[in-house]
T-cell receptor, first 110, second 115 residues
Framework: DAKTTQPNSMESNEEEPVHLPCNHS???????IHWYRQLPSQGPEYVIH???SNVNNRMASLAIAEDRKSSTLILHRATLRDAAVYYC???????????FGAGTQVVVTP | EAGVTQFPSHSVIEKGQTVTLRCDPI?????LYWYRRVMGKEIKFLLH????????ESGMPNNRFLAERTGGTYSTLKVQPAELEDSGVYFC?????????????FGQGTRLTVV
């Protein structure tokens, strides 16, 4: 149902970049790619989203493949606070319903 | 701007009892969503309100769950009677506009434990 595939976990050193891959080979032309993260004991938090072009905001960058079948979330300098589960989600529903998968657990070591 | 607020943060009830969870969305957000994570599983969609109307309730597990959003402001999710398998974390989210390019804001969740 989630329609995306992510690695179960990734590790990074503090202040190093983190590249989180996501495969979504069944994406359709109107589906948006969203990323959310969930820190321990908190609700999910919006990170970034895009449709076709690469996107940047204060939290991260989103690189979308030309064929849109995959994307990569880039955390430019990981901090300990970035340790969380990151979810790559396709929004296919016209009302914005989110379908969460298992996500990628990011571990940041000092 | 206040975020999405959920009450209570924790609730422990006995099987068969009734529990009501409340969500206050961000002011001006017409769209309100309920999600839940049961132990060991992924976060699942429950339902979606647009103002006071239920747009999509396809994720509601059974008729023991009743969601309301009177006046299009806060929402309540009642579980009656609660069963053991209802234990989990219930999240509420809101967004100003619906749609595929919309950012949703989540509350901290209500942890429900049914014993």
């Amino acid at each position: 149902d989630a329609k995306t595939t992510q690695p179960n976990s990734m590790e990074s050193n503090e202040e190093e970049p983190v590249h989180l891959p996501c495969n979504h080979s069944t994406i359709s032309g109107t589906d948006y790619i969203h990323w959310y993260r969930q820190l321990p004991s908190q609700g999910p938090e919006y990170v970034i989203h895009g449709l076709t072009s690469n996107v940047n905001n204060r939290m991260a960058s989103l690189a979308i493949a030309e064929d849109r079948k995959s994307s990569t979330l880039i955390l430019h300098r990981a901090t300990l606070r970035d340790a969380a589960v990151y979810y790559c989600i396709l929004i296919t529903d016209s009302w914005g319903k989110l379908q969460f998968g298992a996500g990628t657990q990011v571990v940041v070591t000092p | 701007e206040a975020g999405v607020t959920q009450f209570p943060s924790h609730s422990v009830i006995e099987k068969g009892q009734t529990v009501t969870l409340r969500c206050d969305p961000i002011s001006g957000h017409d769209n309100l969503y309920w999600y839940r994570r049961v132990m060991g599983k992924e976060i699942k969609f429950l339902l979606h309100f647009v103002k006071e109307s239920k747009q999509d309730e396809s994720g509601m597990p059974n008729n023991r769950f009743l969601a309301e959003r009177t006046g299009g402001t806060y929402s309540t999710l009642k579980v009656q009677p609660a069963e053991l398998e209802d234990s989990g974390v219930y999240f509420c989210a809101s967004s100003r506009t619906g749609g595929r390019g919309t950012e949703a804001f989540f509350g901290q969740g209500t942890r429900l434990t049914v014993v």
